[in-house]
């Protein structure tokens, strides 16, 4: 079958072309035909090294896939050969074929296809786990949301309404990206260009700052979010995109009963029953026609190196797909 692989880290043009052997599903796996891979910033953090756990060379990168169930392992049955399904994986997306549990699959919904279906997980799963299972929000808080108009960042607009917030405020780059968060349902829209956003932010909560405040950038941005944080507030950390880490005093953190959170989504992958009912409920939400979905554009495998340069340029918008069988 075809992959894209990369044997050392680097920039996107280690990402290779390359034949490999199809796997065999054992046990209770399922290989899985691909028909939608999503393309991700750990994908990119995998090709440069930087991912949070180690990345082991070769290495096929794509954690997010959507398509057929082709075989089936000796034990597996609860899924039969012929069932669209969508699932995450450690790795071994962007290729034609991918090894899957059983156990990790959720059946595609009618009404999606499998673009839409391969956009939600990975990027919704976060979205729903940072504002519920880590922020902890509740009906009438007040959420910052960095980086609105990306694919986490629209999708956690969106739910932080379906979860009851009062007030959602965003941040973004410009003014397109501002009214796309806009039409996600934002309520304050700041641009984070600007010097002094972070005043802005506690203009618009009267001075009491945010209840819950979703942070993936690092460096300055991680600082200046601290200080719009408001007592028993929750900041929690789910990227470092700047590549910036930054120091702070947690002592700084009692005075107000505030916490600082960190979030990893293969955490929640290795609790089945909690990742299972939660990604049946975003794809109810998505079926219901009360989340939306960006996709921004759709490519075939073979351009996954342009993808992700476009995807680090911070000049995209949505979700972008690789297409194995275009």
Request: with cysteine; aromatic share 8%.
């Given at each position: ?9 680097g ?10 052997e ?64 969508v ?42 786990h ?10 009438g ?52 260009t ?15 700052g945010?209840?819950?405040?979703l ?26 995109a ?85």
């Amino acid at each position: 079958m075809k992959a894209i692989q990369f044997t050392k880290f680097g920039g996107p043009e280690v990402l290779k072309k390359v034949e490999v052997e199809k796997p065999v599903p054992k046990g209770r796996e399922v290989l899985i035909e691909i028909h939608a891979a999503a393309v991700n910033y750990a994908d990119t953090a995998r090709r440069e090294g930087q991912y949070v756990v180690k990345t082991t060379l070769p290495f096929i990168p794509g954690a997010e896939v959507a398509g057929i169930v082709a075989e089936v392992g000796e034990y597996v049955t609860t899924v039969k050969p012929g069932t669209r399904v969508v699932t995450l994986i450690e790795s071994g997306g962007y290729a034609e074929y991918a090894i899957a549990d059983e156990r990790s699959l959720i059946p595609i919904p009618e009404q999606l296809d499998f673009n839409q279906a391969a956009a939600l997980p990975l990027q919704g799963l976060s979205a729903y786990h940072i504002l519920k299972t880590m922020g902890r929000l509740q009906e009438g808080e007040s959420v910052l949301i960095h980086a609105a108009a990306g694919g986490v960042g629209t999708l956690a607009v969106q739910l932080a309404k379906l979860f009851g917030a009062g007030k959602v405020i965003a941040t973004a780059s410009t003014e397109e990206k501002l009214q796309l968060a806009h039409e996600m349902g934002a309520d304050v829209l700041i641009n984070y260009t600007n010097e002094n956003w972070e005043e802005q932010v506690l203009e618009a909560t009267g001075g009491k700052g945010v209840d819950v405040a979703l942070e993936m950038a690092g460096g300055d941005v991680f600082i200046k979010t601290l200080k719009c944080l408001a007592t028993f507030g929750r900041l929690v950390i789910y990227g470092v995109a700047s590549g910036e880490q930054s120091r702070f005093y947690p002592s700084s953190l009692m005075a107000r009963n505030q916490s600082v959170i960190g979030f990893f989504l293969p955490q929640i992958m290795r609790k089945p029953e909690l990742l299972k009912m939660s990604l049946q409920e975003l794809f109810q939400y998505l079926a219901e026609g009360k989340l939306k979905l960006t996709i921004g554009d759709v490519f075939p495998l073979e351009e996954a190196a342009h993808v992700h340069a476009l995807l680090q340029s911070r000049k995209t918008v949505g979700k972008l797909i690789l297409e194995p069988k275009s």
